[in-house]
């Protein structure tokens, strides 16, 4: 029997494709997103995101940076994973996580992350994996939680959104915190 290593039970991670700016695009035009993501970014266009999903489909996995799109069960795009900040050396590593809103939910967010903390400490040899939460994104600080990530520490007053500023949260799981958790699940 053949397993693919990036199948979960309810998503499969997949590398980007040119045809996926239509998804980039349309998640784009969210503006909520972009402001938990990052920050509320001006209009691209269709010729910009389309250039981005061109250049993404040809890149390899290099200095253990990668960018996934999230599929569901029926192979619909639901949303993406990408790490950053990967230290080989360090033996750590950071993420950022989206799922349209329209598919929040359904666990999607909380399966990509569990198969890309597996191969990062299974495969890549990575001992500790860090995130950065906004305090104003309650949905992304429960699903850290439950997923066995400890609060590390909060950032005052970091992020400027809205006319206000908000806190960042940081959030870590290591290796052993995050194989106990899995061989809980499979009890």
Request: aromatic share 14%; glycine share 6%.
């Amino acid at each position: 029997m053949t397993t693919n290593f990036w199948q979960g039970n309810l998503v499969r991670l997949r590398a980007i494709e040119p045809e996926d700016d239509e998804h980039f695009f349309r998640w784009n035009m969210d503006s909520e997103r972009a402001r938990h993501l990052d920050f509320v970014w001006p209009p691209t266009s269709r010729v910009s995101v389309r250039e981005w999903t061109e250049r993404q489909s040809r890149l390899k996995l290099e200095d253990n940076v990668f960018h996934w799109v999230i599929e569901n069960r029926a192979g619909e795009p639901v949303g993406s994973i990408s790490t950053h900040n990967c230290e080989p050396r360090c033996g750590t590593f950071s993420y950022g996580v989206d799922v349209a809103a329209e598919h929040r939910g359904n666990g999607y967010a909380g399966e990509a992350i569990t198969l890309v903390l597996r191969y990062y400490f299974c495969e890549l040899r990575y001992q500790k994996c860090t995130v950065c939460v906004h305090a104003d994104n309650p949905s992304s600080i429960r699903l850290h939680e439950k997923l066995g990530y400890t609060l590390e520490g909060t950032w005052r007053r970091m992020f400027f959104t809205q006319g206000h500023y908000v806190d960042l949260h940081w959030f870590g799981i290591t290796r052993e915190e995050f194989e106990g958790r899995c061989s809980q699940d499979k009890v």
